[in-house]
Each structure stands twice: as structure tokens, then as C-alpha cells.
């Protein structure tokens, strides 16, 4: 009963009434909605489409449909906040698990971005939760332990960013760690990789060396605000530096969202991309276009989202 009210109050009811006169629902995507720099939504949320019931849930999605001979692609980035956290931390392992010799050959120029995207294919995809799970806590797919380990180093890989302590391992019903073992988890994990905490000391201490209200400024240029780095109060404290790397991290990666969203409006507007974006969710774009269309979109799409200036 508590499912389908949650569901039925949340989501069909609300849907329901958002209907607008064209028979479609228009939600409203927030830019400054969060304070990490991500997009959220309202008025509905399609951010927060129900999941956890499989049947409730698909029952649900039925309302995301496709006019009659378009097609819907959804393009997101692949782990792009762990990617994120490898370059501003400069974590040498996780460089490392992101290491592409056709990328670098592209930073040198060598290579055109076609002529990557097509070397790229041929790379090996590496298993950076699995890669974690190794180097952090000495396990190896034979071991009877492995799937419960890559699931916490997966837990942990994607908890870091948003600041993420111990409630984090201890508060999944996957995971049911107690305290002391979540503790000592993520104590081998900073030890492993000590790249990133020193790279938290030293946003901070840059943060609070400003004149005024600390301050920095992420990579596409975006300043963020954290003004209880100088409370008195040491949970707020501890409390804004959670939030402020959250912000750093996250943040950063969603900036990519942003600018791609950008790029796409630009180059629809000049009549060069026949492709309708309809939703975003966190680092994933959803675009609509004739199924005729579908190869274009999707390599085009693929293009501006992913081909930054380097």
C-alpha cells in the first residue's frame, strides 16, 4: 500500500495535472536549483522517476512515449564524475584506469577527434570499480569475497565525490556495513589514494585564505560560495566542506551537461541539428528526432558533447 500511494501521490496524480494544452508535460529545469551545479526539476520532477518498484515503475514510464516515427536517444557520460575526480585530483590510479593512448595522441594533436573516436573503439574498457576493489583491498576475482568487495569499492568510488563518510557504507541495504568496518574501509581507501583528500585540504585552505566569503571557481569558469567554512561551529564546518567538494567534483562534471545543452540549442537554432532535446537528468541528455535521422543524431550528439577544447 505504502508503494503504490508513494507512487500514485508522487508521480501519476502530479503527472496527471501537469498535462498541459497540447497534450505534453513541460516541467521547469532549474540551473542554479542545487548548490553542486547540477540541473534540477519541478512542477514535475522527472529527475526522480520511481525505480525501486518494478512494476509500479515501468507502469509509470509508459507516459514517456515517442510520437509516431521519431525515436528517443539518451546520451550520457560514461562515469564522468569518477573521471572528474582523477584529473582534479590528479589520482594516479585513476588515471591510470582511465588511460588511453589514442587520447593522448589527440591532446598532442596527432590525431583528428574522428580519427580518436574511431582508435578509442579498439581500446579495452577497464573495470574501475573492479580495478578499486584490487589495488585498495587486495581482492581478486577468485576470491569468494570479490562481488561484495567490488560493490563497496563501486559504493565508495561514486561517494567520494559528494563527500561521503561512513553513514554512506552503513546505510546501504546492500552493504549493512557497522561503523568501525565502514571506518576502516575508507581509511584504506584515502590511504591507497592519498591524492584526493590532499586535494581537499588544499581547496580549503585556498577557499579560506580569500578576502571576503571563501570562494573558488571550477573549471568552466563558475564560482561557488561557502560561506561556513569560517563558522565557529565545527559540524558546519565539516558539513560545508562536504558540500563544497560535492560542488568541485560533481559540480565540475555537470558543467559538461550544461555546455553541451548549449551547444545543442545553438546549432538547433541554426537549423543544423534536427534533433529536440526533451529532458536532462544529472549527465544524461534526451534527445527526440525522425527515426531517419537516428545515426546522425547520435554521432553529431556525441561529437559536441564530448569534444571539449583541450
Known sequence: YRARLKVFQSFTHSLAWAVGHDGRIHPSFLAHGTGSGRFSGKDPNFQNIPKRHKILSTMVRKAWFVRKDWARLFLDYSQVELRVLAHGTQCRSLQAAYQSDAYEAYLRKELTYDQYRWARRSEPVVDVHGLTAKQVFHVMETDPTWDYQRRVSKKVNFGV????????????PDIRMSEDDAKDFLRRYHYARPEINATKQRLFDTMRSRNGTPWFMNWAGLKVHGPRLRSSDEEQQAEEERSMFACYIQGGAGMFTRIS?????IRYMEGSFPAVATSTVHDEIAFDCEERFVPYVASEAQRFMEDFPV
Open 161 to 172: 565525490p559528494y563527500g561521503g563518510g561512513a553513514p554512506l557504507l552503513m546505510g546501504d
Open 261 to 265: 545543452l548549449v551547444r545543442w540549442y
